[in-house]
T-cell receptor
Framework: DAMVIQNPRYQVTQFGKPVTLSCSQTLNHNVMYWYQQKSSQAPKLLFHYYDKDFNNEADTPDNFQSRRPNTSFCFLDIRSPGLGDAAMYLC?????????????FGPGTRLTVT | GQSLEQPSEVTAVEGAIVQINCTYQTSGFYGLSWYQQHDGGAPTFLSYNALDGLEETGRFSSFLSRSDSYGYLLLQELQMKDSASYFCAVTSGATNKLIFGTGTLLAVQP
């Protein structure tokens, strides 16, 4: 089945130790998004790629970076995780053409910072 | 700034009808979506309104009034499995990026 896959599902990292979360999709969607969701809060968009074009949200900290080497894969890099970065990180995809608007979310990676 | 407001919690009984309201203040409005998220799960798409009026999908309906910057999600014939968080979200821009509302936790009781 076509889907959005996130690895790992759970990630523990140490304060200040770089960490990379990965997302892959078999939907062939042209847009990929990264959201941060803290407990009992709404998902917050960090950035997204429209094809190869990177779009950063104005309030996303510089500590967060992203890479999209090809259509199927997208990575979230946290250069120096702080305790406040502990959250669920959700990857989503969308086909932003043909009047399609829904986003398809992966299961998320829960990040713990010790 | 941009904001979407929803009630924080709603409680209803099985078989009942519940309405979850959403008021928004955003720029670059393309449409209003609704997502369901069970505890520990990923958000799943429920509905989308680009134009004023009511959209019906099975037990769920969604309404939009662009002039009032207001929408709602209507859930009919509530089931226990409908207990979840519901988010309204504005589609902002041609890349379909979403700005999520504050979320409403729906508890369905027997």
């Amino acid at each position: 089945d076509a889907m959005v896959i996130q690895n790992p599902r759970y990630q523990v990292t140490q304060f200040g130790k770089p960490v990379t979360l990965s997302c892959s999709q078999t939907l062939n969607h042209n847009v990929m998004y990264w959201y941060q969701q803290k407990s009992s809060q709404a998902p917050k968009l960090l950035f997204h790629y429209y094809d190869k074009d990177f779009n950063n949200e104005a309030d996303t900290p510089d500590n967060f970076q992203s890479r999209r080497p090809n259509t199927s894969f997208c990575f979230l890099d946290i250069r120096s995780p702080g305790l406040g970065d502990a959250a669920m990180y959700l990857c989503a995809t969308s086909r932003a053409r043909e009047n399609r608007y829904e986003q398809y979310f992966g299961p998320g990676t829960r990040l713990t910072v010790t | 700034g941009q904001s979407l407001e929803q009630p924080s919690e709603v409680t209803a009984v099985e078989g009942a009808i519940v309405q979850i309201n959403c008021t928004y203040q955003t720029s670059g409005f393309y449409g209003l979506s609704w997502y369901q998220q069970h505890d520990g799960g990923a958000p799943t798409f429920l509905s989308y309104n680009a134009l004023d009026g009511l959209e019906e999908t099975g037990r769920f309906s969604s309404f939009l009034s662009r002039s009032d910057s207001y929408g709602y999600l209507l859930l009919q014939e509530l089931q226990m499995k409908d207990s979840a968080s519901y988010f309204c979200a504005v589609t902002s821009g041609a890349t379909n990026k979403l700005i999520f509302g504050t979320g409403t936790l729906l508890a369905v009781q027997p």
